[in-house]
């Protein structure tokens, strides 16, 4: 692999890694087009419709990396579950998907699958192509439950195979035994031990996986308890939801591992984690403070259901990724039964009431 090549690898990670590692990453986003949308009071549908209309070409993502634009196949991929979610937006979903399935993309994504085959990617894609009821084991000419299963070790651990090294995490590992649960085989035991294994003292989990100190981080526990809850493991699971009620912060939200202010795309994670797991109360905390960072009617028709990253206001630059992230926590809806049947065809856009001169 060329060495310019290598910044590439750093987007086989999955985009919901990225959202914390790096937030400020900005996306290209396309001139929203000029099309007939119904309108709507949900907010999780409002995001989804305004997410639709940020799609480049209207079928995917780009990531600036040195000022040069890349496709940004794991954003791509956070907006269709998004859709899902949202049970929105469904023609531009299709659209991502297809997008997706091109030789080019899938292999710049999850790898050629045999030098480079990526565990984190492999786990995010087969989630997305069974939410959307597709055919994982002939998706762009891959079987992706056979590519995941293949990238298990002997200790339970879904692995990189890669020249770069293992950039595997709690992250991937989480969205495999969520992907494969929801296959036949279901997903496979020594894997979910693998990440029940990793928590950490106080019942969170870490994004990295040993650690001379366990750090529980927000977003791999509240993917961790999701995983943990649909493969049965309802102990471990009630344990990261309730490190996650204790470090919901005063606003509602959830802040970042080693930040103090909430954003979007932890808020998102963690509060579908706990609605998910009923957890109400706090989810219901969560939800209010994500409908707070959300564009309403007194902006600008063009940014109108957009999520704001922050309380710091909107930035184009984190736009995508923080409204992509916040629906998973406005729906509510686990990503072990998600599935984007009787989404509505088209992109709403929020319910305003007429301006008159």
């Known amino acids: 692999m060329p060495s310019f090549r290598r910044p590439l690898r750093l987007l086989a ?60 196949q794991g954003l791509t991929i956070d907006a269709v579950l998004a859709f899902a ?23 710049g994504y999850l790898g050629d699958g045999t030098t480079e085959a990526y565990a984190g990617a492999t786990a995010k894609l087969l989630l997305a192509v069974e939410v959307r009821g597709g055919n994982p084991t002939a998706f762009g000419g891959v079987d992706l439950p056979a590519r995941l299963r293949s990238l298990q070790t002997a200790d339970g651990r879904f692995s990189d195979r890669s020249q770069w090294g293992d950039y595997s995490n709690a992250f991937g590992q989480s969205l495999a035994l969520i992907a494969l649960h929801r296959t036949t085989g279901g997903a496979p035991a020594a894997a979910v031990d693998f990440l029940a294994n990793s928590q950490c003292p106080e019942g969170g989990y870490p994004v990295s996986f040993g650690q001379a100190t366990c750090t529980s981080d927000p977003d791999a526990t509240a993917l961790a308890v999701q995983a943990l809850a649909a493969t049965g493991r309802t102990a471990k699971a009630n344990a990261g939801l309730g490190w996650l009620t204790a470090h919901q912060n005063a606003d509602g939200g959830f802040a970042a591992v080693g930040a103090a202010a909430s954003n979007a795309n932890t808020t998102g994670l963690a509060t579908q984690a706990l609605l998910a797991g009923g957890r109400f109360g706090a989810g219901l905390k969560g939800w209010s403070s994500l409908v707070k960072l959300q564009q309403g009617c007194a902006t600008d028709p063009g940014v109108r259901g957009a999520v704001a990253y922050d309380a710091s206001g909107f930035n184009p630059a984190t736009g995508a990724r923080a409204t992509a992230q916040a629906v998973l926590g406005l729906a509510g809806t686990p990503l072990a039964t998600l599935s984007a049947a009787g989404a509505r065809p088209d992109a709403p856009v929020p319910a305003c009431p007429a301006t008159t001169r």
């Open 85 to 107: 979610a949202s049970r929105s937006s469904d023609q531009a979903a299709a659209k991502a998907t297809a997008w997706l399935a091109k030789p080019e993309i899938i292999s």
């Open 13 to 72: 990670i999955p985009a919901l890694a990225l959202a914390t590692v790096l937030p400020a990453a900005a996306a290209a986003h396309a001139t929203p087009a000029a099309a007939t949308s119904s309108s709507t009071i949900r907010p999780d549908a409002a995001a989804g419709g305004w997410l639709a209309r940020q799609l480049v070409d209207g079928d995917h993502f780009e990531s600036v990396f040195n000022g040069t634009a890349y496709p940004d």
